[in-house]
């Protein structure tokens, strides 16, 4: 070995020889983080928001989106005459009516009101898709049905049935997991009456929806996908948001007027372009709508989060959830991703957390992360891998636990690996 070859061999031991070995912890139980208990911990501030709608605002560039599952009832009497044909027109026009609103919901405005408001913008974080029922061959989402008592609508009278369900009942499919909307005409009887008021209308009823005057109007489809939104809105939770106890404080009170100058207290610029008003644009959903929406996905067992499809359950080996800041989670979440904080940051979990089958939560050297009264686990009845803690020797992981933690569905052994 030439001299030359030798000292350089040397210099290469000494460079791995400065480097400290690497260790690798893994906690998969709530026992085995005991040491790290405080009882309390007054600097970190953390408030629980697992309750309040601004936290759940899809802020997060990384969020998967929610798919919403609907279907579509198309009714009309023996004689088929007083709504969509069963046709591939008709089929066509109710696939572009869902691509539509689901495009508008991509277009999220700014909010009109206040004036001179700088309320954020968001992304609204979920869409929805037409489901058919993959077990009946040929099944496309969209049926028609023709039934002489249940056909109709009817929203002003002594035959009023719009908040009847007797239809939903009959030909609704799978309401738990399903967005069932149904396409009804007004009766004739009521159309033809000077009193009572035609057009695009509908109601929301439970996991399902009505909807009427489509048919009757003949306007394109996308003249119907803000009510669709609308209406949708309502089932996930919204309520009409001119009235002053909405529970969003981004939506103020108005005279819920259509378009300007229809009427005095409509002139001028005032009108709302909410999605939740009446009015002619009907394309803005603030942050805190948009965070009770979410906030109903995330809620265990509730009806919004049985329609939406379990997508946070396939584990995504080639993205990750990386933490570049101080971060707190101060409301529920489910994830399809490891989560790696990184040195010199801290994450914070106030609330419940659903990581995916086989993922990790993995905190380096150096990073920080405060389990505060919080449950992590896996929701799809699957089990993840636990919190993986990356040290140097004799070092102790930057690990707080305060007040009741449950760490659920974890496999394998709290150990020390080398790295
Ligand atoms: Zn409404």
Not at 120 to 126: A, E, N, S, T, Y
Request: aromatic share 10%; hydrophobic share 35%.
């Amino acid at each position: 070995m030439s001299s030359r070859v030798l000292l350089f061999s040397i210099f290469l031991v000494s460079i791995v020889s400065c480097n400290a070995k690497l260790f690798r912890l893994s906690y998969t139980s709530i026992q085995s983080l005991e040491s790290f208990k405080v009882q309390k911990d007054e600097q970190s501030g953390l408030v629980k928001r697992c309750d309040v709608n601004e936290a759940y605002s899809p802020n997060e560039k990384w969020a998967q989106k929610r798919y919403v599952r609907v279907n579509f009832h198309i009714m009309d009497d023996v004689e088929g005459s007083h709504n969509f044909p069963e046709s591939a027109a008709s089929v066509t026009y109710f696939k572009q009516l869902l691509e539509n609103a689901n495009y508008r919901l991509s277009l999220n405005k700014k909010m009109n009101l206040p004036i001179d408001n700088d309320t954020p913008v968001l992304d609204p974080g979920f869409r929805y898709v037409l489901t058919p029922n993959s077990k009946m061959k040929g099944d496309n989402g969209i049926y028609f049905h023709r039934d002489n008592d249940l056909y109709y609508f009817v929203n002003k009278g002594k035959n009023r049935n719009n908040f009847k369900r007797d239809v939903i009942k009959k030909y609704g499919r799978n309401q738990d997991s399903i967005l069932n909307i149904f396409v009804l005409p007004h009766h004739p009887d009521s159309i033809s009456s000077k009193s009572y008021k035609g057009g695009g209308t509908g109601i929301a009823l439970g996991t399902s929806l009505k909807v009427a005057g489509l048919y009757d109007d003949k306007l394109e489809f996308w003249g119907y996908s803000t009510l669709l939104n609308h209406e949708i809105g309502h089932i996930l939770g919204l309520n009409h948001s001119w009235y002053k106890n909405d529970g969003c404080d981004d939506t103020p009170p108005h005279a819920n007027c259509w378009a300007p100058n229809m009427g005095a207290s409509c002139d001028g610029d005032v009108v709302s372009n909410n999605v939740m008003d009446y009015n002619a644009s009907q394309m803005a959903f603030t942050p805190c709508q948009l965070g009770k929406i979410h906030k109903g996905f995330a809620r265990e067992n509730s009806d919004t989060r049985g329609l939406i499809t379990q997508n946070w359950c396939d584990f995504d080996a080639n993205n990750f959830i990386v933490i570049t800041k101080d971060t707190h989670w101060d409301g529920a979440k489910d994830l399809n991703r490891d989560v790696i904080v990184e040195a010199g940051t801290s994450l914070s979990i106030s609330c419940r957390v659903s990581m995916a089958k086989g993922s990790k939560i993995l905190i380096q050297r150096g990073a920080n992360l405060i389990l505060n009264n919080c449950r992590i686990h896996n929701s799809c009845g699957e089990e993840w891998l636990g919190i993986k803690a990356e040290i140097e020797s004799n070092e102790t992981p930057n690990i707080k636990i305060i007040g009741d933690v449950l760490l659920e569905n974890i496999t394998g052994q709290s150990q020390i690996i080398e790295k």
